[in-house]
Every structure is written in structure tokens, then in C-alpha cells.
Nanobody, 118 residues
Framework: QVQLVESGGGMVQPGGSLRLSCAAS????????MAWYRQAPGKKRELVAR???????TYVDSVKGRFTISRDNVKNIVSLQMNSLKPEDTAVYYC?????WGTGIDYWGQGTQVTVSS
């Protein structure tokens, strides 16, 4: 049974930092790409960052230089370090396992709220 469990969300002031973590289970984590998405109120869910099984990472332009995605293949955790947070980063952040077992089906975590406000 696949599980993706996020943690680390919360409220922070502009310019602050948060670290999100996603504990994965139920599949061979080390051989799969993982991703973080976010969805702000009234907006479509967007891909924030993705990391391949070989540790190659990509980011949406709006977070480049501020966010870092990483993975721990021993603990089966994918993390998102978010620095220099802005109010427009406010959203629910979701951990994602894309194209599970090559089926085209994605698995999602339950989401964690990030609020950037003074």
C-alpha cells in the first residue's frame, strides 16, 4: 500500500524558511522520481520541483534559487527546503509520486499548508 505522508508546513513571515518532508512507503523509493506540487486558493495545482532517481532536480521559475528539493534513499524521504519565502508561496503543498509503476497514475500525499504572512 503506497503512502506519502507530508510534514513541516506552517506559518512563517516573509523572508523566512520552512522545510517540508514526505515519508514514502509501499514502493521502491530509490528507483523513482518524486515531486512537490502546490495549490493556492482559486488556482490550479502547479509543479514546484521534481527530483529524478539519479538526483537531477528541476524547478518552476518562480522558486529557482530559493527552494531546494532533495531525497534520502535510506529513509525514503523527499524534502523541500524553502528559503526567502514570499506571500505568493502560500499554498497547500503536496508530495507526488508520478507515473507509479509506469501506469500513468500519480500518487499524492494529503497535503500540508504553508502560509507566508506578516
Amino acid at each position: 500500500q503506497v503512502q506519502l505522508v507530508e510534514s513541516g508546513g506552517g506559518m512563517v513571515q516573509p523572508g523566512g524558511s520552512l522545510r517540508l518532508s514526505c515519508a514514502a512507503s509501499g514502493f521502491t523509493f530509490s528507483t523513482n522520481a518524486m515531486a512537490w506540487y502546490r495549490q493556492a486558493p482559486g488556482k490550479k495545482r502547479e509543479l514546484v520541483a521534481r527530483i529524478s532517481s539519479s538526483n537531477k532536480s528541476t524547478y518552476v521559475d518562480s522558486v529557482k534559487g530559493r527552494f531546494t528539493i532533495s531525497r534520502d534513499n535510506v529513509k525514503n524521504i523527499v524534502s523541500l527546503q524553502m528559503n526567502s519565502l514570499k506571500p505568493e508561496d502560500t499554498a497547500v503543498y503536496y508530495c507526488n509520486w508520478p507515473n507509479a509503476w509506469g501506469t500513468g497514475i500519480d500518487y499524492w500525499g494529503q497535503g500540508t499548508q504553508v502560509t507566508v504572512s506578516s
